[in-house]
């Protein structure tokens, strides 16, 4: 029996075939517990002679079992680390890479284009006063045009509660309508008797939503302050930039007289297009497209700014940075911009 069993045991080529063995032989019906059974009916001569016998199959039965057992446990490890070798010498797959937005992108591109031109890059709050936006622009509480920037203002009283439409509470808050207010803020900062050359690329909000529009959205102001400055400096500097931005020679210009409260005279500055494709491209004059607000600093403008206006003069212009991109990269709806989907940014070729 004992060499029956052992043989068993060796020839189980399974845990489970080893378990099968072992109910076989040790289990309620075994065979070793059949005999182990026999004990209770004989005499204590034939016991002391048959126990340690049957014991002893039991004990090197149970032993081969667990020696079994630890081999065919070793036997799996060693074949489930064969199987799961790695080749560290594969190439890993790729993971998705990040990539810049076209806004970032075209912040970039200004900046560097502008330092070209010896303009540093300024900043301001996007939650601003009431002063900084509107009142130290030239547009004081019963101005027109106050209404007409669609203006988010925050919790704050806004107006004099006795006089509403005369006095404003300069120090209420709004959100930004334009990146205007950073004029303000680069003159005070200047300290009202140095030369100024700075681009303030930033978030601007207006309460407004469509195809074009879209409540956040992104301008680049720029301000030059100095003595002898003329709308000749302006025109050239917006060429230069539309040229080096849009990488073509062939850049038309028109301005186009307007009106801004913070600039006198002020200008709208038209860029020639053409079609390609049904497709309208910058350059060339098949037609004109509106792309930024400019002018002379006006008078009081330089004034809230701490600036003598008999002394310095100015320009100043205003750019759509998201309106720039889609002109750029041949984007036609503003709105996909901020919906944060990757599959339009890679189809712009924003995405790796
Ligand atoms: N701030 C104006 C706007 O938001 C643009 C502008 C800036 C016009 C500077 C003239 C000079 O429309």
Redesign the pocket.
């Given at each position: 029996l004992t060499s029956d069993l052992l043989g068993a045991v060796d020839a189980a080529a399974t845990l489970d075939a080893l378990d099968a063995v072992r109910v076989t032989a040790l289990g309620k019906q075994g065979s070793i517990t059949a005999l182990l059974k026999t004990l209770g009916g004989m005499s204590p001569e034939e016991r002391q002679v048959q126990g340690p016998l049957i014991q002893g199959v039991r004990e090197s039965v149970t032993t081969a079992i667990a020696a079994k057992k630890d081999a065919l446990d070793r036997a799996e490890l060693d074949a489930k680390l064969a199987r799961e070798t790695l080749d560290m010498s594969l190439p890993a797959a790729a993971a998705p890479v990040g990539s810049i937005h076209p806004v970032s992108q075209v912040m970039d591109e200004l900046a560097e284009i502008f330092a070209d031109l010896g303009f540093a890059v300024a900043t301001g709050p996007e939650i601003e006063t009431q002063w900084y936006n509107f009142t130290a622009?030239n547009m004081p509480a019963t101005h027109p045009a106050r209404a007409m920037?669609d203006t988010f203002y925050l919790q704050t009283p806004t107006h004099d509660t006795r006089h509403p439409h005369l006095r404003v509470v300069e120090e209420a808050r709004v959100l930004r309508?334009?990146?205007?207010p950073v004029?303000i803020r680069a003159m005070q900062a200047a300290g009202g008797d140095k030369p100024i050359r700075i681009i303030a690329p930033g978030r601007?909000y207006r309460s407004d939503s469509d195809a074009t529009h879209t409540p956040m959205f992104h301008?680049v102001?720029?301000?030059v302050i100095d003595k002898g400055i003329t709308l000749g400096h302006l025109k050239w500097t917006l060429e230069t930039f539309l040229k080096a931005f849009f990488e073509r020679d062939d850049i038309v210009l028109r301005l186009r007289p307007s009106y801004?409260p913070?600039?006198e005279p002020?200008a709208e500055v038209d860029v020639g297009f053409s079609i390609v494709n049904g497709k309208r491209v910058i350059g060339g004059s098949e037609g004109w497209m509106e792309v930024?607000?400019?002018?002379m600093?006006h008078r009081v403008v330089l004034e809230s700014g701490g600036y003598d206006p008999n002394e310095w003069q100015g320009?100043?212009?205003?750019?759509g940075i998201d309106r720039l991109a889609m002109l750029k990269y041949g984007m036609d709806d503003l709105r996909a911009f901020f919906d944060g989907d990757a599959r339009w940014l890679k189809h712009y070729g924003f995405s790796a």
């Open positions: 622009l920037h309508t334009h990146t205007s004029q601007t301008q102001e720029g301000l801004f913070f600039t002020s930024l607000g400019s002018g600093v320009f100043a212009f205003g750019c």
